[in-house]
């Protein structure tokens, strides 16, 4: 892993925007992005999905990132999503997280995290299962940035969404270089 990397994280709830968000980032600061490895996961499932299921899915989203770190030569690394997912996911839809989950969560951080308000219209996908339930996760992924002690900003906005997001990394930035 490449310590000097600075890894910038966007999280939120389900139809945020956080894709497209992602790429747009990485376009805009000129680096690669690490995608969601679950969407991938999912999309191959052929049964509901299983405790194992999310072992697998947390290990895939840290390999990939990993792998996108040694591919990036740039000092910034966008990651749609991380495997805090796996956590927010596993408890409410099985009751549990995995041990490992908890574990990594302590260890495996990131530098800082946008976290997208759920302000724009649901999109319906597929995969994805929690139509009518942003504001729960939204305060899910609230409680789950503070207890990491994370440092998060949360940005909203239909049409200044990607400004808004640039914004907030761009002053983030500048503190980091003041360090």
């Known amino acids: 892993m490449n310590k000097n ?27 690669l992005w690490v ?11 052929t049964a509901p999905c299983t405790l194992q299921d999310e072992v697998n899915m947390f290990h895939g989203q840290i390999a990939l990132e990993e792998a996108m770190e040694v591919a990036c030569n740039t000092s910034l690394l966008i990651c749609d999503t991380t495997f805090l997912t ?5 408890d409410y839809q099985l009751g549990e997280t995995p041990q490992m989950v908890l574990d990594a969560l302590q260890h495996h951080k990131y530098n800082f995290y946008i976290l997208l308000k759920n302000d724009i219209p649901w999109e319906p996908d597929p995969l994805r299962d929690f139509e009518g339930l942003s504001d729960y996760f939204m305060d899910v992924w609230r409680k789950e940035l503070k207890a990491l002690d994370a440092n998060y900003v949360e940005v909203g906005g239909l049409e200044n969404r990607l400004q808004n997001a640039i914004a907030a990394i761009d002053e983030f930035l500048k503190t980091v270089k003041k360090h």
């Open 5 to 31: 990397i600075i890894k910038i994280a966007i999280v939120g709830p389900e139809s945020t925007g956080k894709s497209t968000i992602s790429k747009a980032l990485a376009q805009h600061y000129q680096t």
């Open 35 to 45: 995608p969601e490895y679950a969407r991938y996961y999912c999309a191959a499932l």
């Open 86 to 90: 796996v956590k927010i996911w596993s």
